[in-house]
């Protein structure tokens, strides 16, 4: 079974500065993997980050960086230069090779000019 | 063109009544889901689908009963509906397990009055 626990129901941040969401996981599987979903008010759901588990190296996708722990079964979204636009719910989720992903019940990220 | 579509976006229905969403990707993929997302934003997988077979229930009531024509549409029939389906429902696709990527589809808001 995977679990997916995100222990920020809401966070805000000041425009251009940085911020870092939490994500705590437990899973089964061997082969796994992370992810980060956006969904902004348009309520669309936006793939923000994805984390190979069996890769050591931290994802990046320009302004937006993990610090996965496996050990600790922590990954952590960074947003830096944070911007109006990245103002949404924030899901983490971990997916393997059963045919679907778990998510967190999210975290509401305000962007505040 | 919209990778993957569902229809129709809001729902609005009486208590009992019988109704369909229908979804539509253009990918190749060969998967397809349904998540429900209830009024607390929670997502959670309801059925999955892969090459039209039927791999996750995932302990949804049997008055909701997807099809699968073909490999690129997948249906929800929710038959009986009751005030506490109120929910937004997405259905997306991936390739394979869906450990690469989920594309989802815009989602439709159901309200039962």
């Known amino acids: 079974a995977q679990t997916v626990t995100q222990s920020q129901p809401e966070m805000s941040v000041q425009e251009a500065e940085t911020v870092t969401l939490s994500c705590t996981y437990d899973t089964s599987e061997n082969n796994y993997y992370l992810f980060w979903y956006k969904q902004p008010p348009s309520r669309q759901m936006i793939l923000v980050i994805r984390q190979e588990a069996y890769k050591q190296q931290n994802a990046t996708e320009n302004r937006f960086s993990v610090n996965f722990q496996k050990a600790a079964k922590s990954f952590s979204l960074k947003i830096s230069d944070s911007q109006l636009g990245d103002t949404a719910m924030y899901f983490c989720?971990?997916?393997?090779?059963?045919?679907?992903?778990?998510f967190g019940k999210g975290t509401l990220l305000t962007v505040n000019p | 063109d919209t990778a993957v579509s569902q229809t129709p976006k809001y729902l609005v229905t009486q208590m009992g009544n019988d109704k369909s969403i229908k979804c539509e990707q253009n990918l190749g993929h060969d998967t397809m889901y349904w998540y429900k997302q209830d009024s607390k934003k929670f997502l959670k997988i309801m059925f999955s689908?892969?090459?039209?077979?039927?791999?996750i229930n995932e302990t949804v009531p049997n008055r909701f009963s997807p099809k699968s024509p073909d490999k690129a549409h997948l249906n929800l029939h929710i038959n009986s509906l009751e005030l506490g389906d109120s929910a937004v429902y997405f259905c997306?696709?991936?390739?394979?397990?869906?450990?690469?990527?989920?594309?989802f589809g815009s989602g439709t808001q159901l309200s039962v009055l």
């Open positions: 989720a971990s997916g393997g090779s059963n045919y679907k992903l778990t």
């Open positions: 997306a696709s991936s390739q394979g397990t869906g450990v690469e990527k989920l594309f």
């Open positions: 689908y892969n090459n039209k077979e039927l791999i």
